[in-house]
Nanobody, 128 residues
């Protein structure tokens, strides 16, 4: 059974930084693209970033480009999201997710139909 455990969220002032981690178990995800998503209060879950199975390609929603960095450590079955220059509009519950199938193209992770499963999420709150 696939388990995804996100951690690293918290309360931070605008301009601050956080590093989220997502530890996966139950399956080796070294052949899977991985993505980060977020759900702001009262809104739908949205795509934030994705990384290819090899780690060589990354994709971001425009609103986080230049501020967020997705990375992975396949040996640890873990994916990270470094978030810098945080803004109040980044406030959300953040989720990680693997692609639905091995080698699902990372650039298609924005379509939730291409996601295998979700973790429980970690809350990020950015105060102004």
């Amino acid at each position: 059974q696939v388990q995804l455990v996100e951690s690293g969220g918290g309360l931070v002032q605008a301009g601050g930084s956080l590093r989220l981690s997502c530890a996966a178990s139950g399956r080796t995800f070294s052949s899977y693209s991985m993505g980060w998503f977020r759900q702001p209060p009262g809104k739908e879950r949205e795509f934030v970033a994705a990384i290819s199975w090899s780690g060589s390609n990354t994709y971001y929603v425009d609103s986080v480009k230049g501020r967020f960095t997705i990375s992975r450590d396949s040996a640890k079955n873990t994916v990270y999201l470094q978030m810098n220059s945080l803004k109040p509009e980044d406030t959300a519950v953040y989720y990680c997710a693997p692609g639905k199938l091995p080698f699902t193209p990372a650039q298609t992770m924005g379509d939730h139909a291409n996601v295998l499963s979700w973790g429980q999420g970690t809350q990020v709150t950015v105060s102004s």
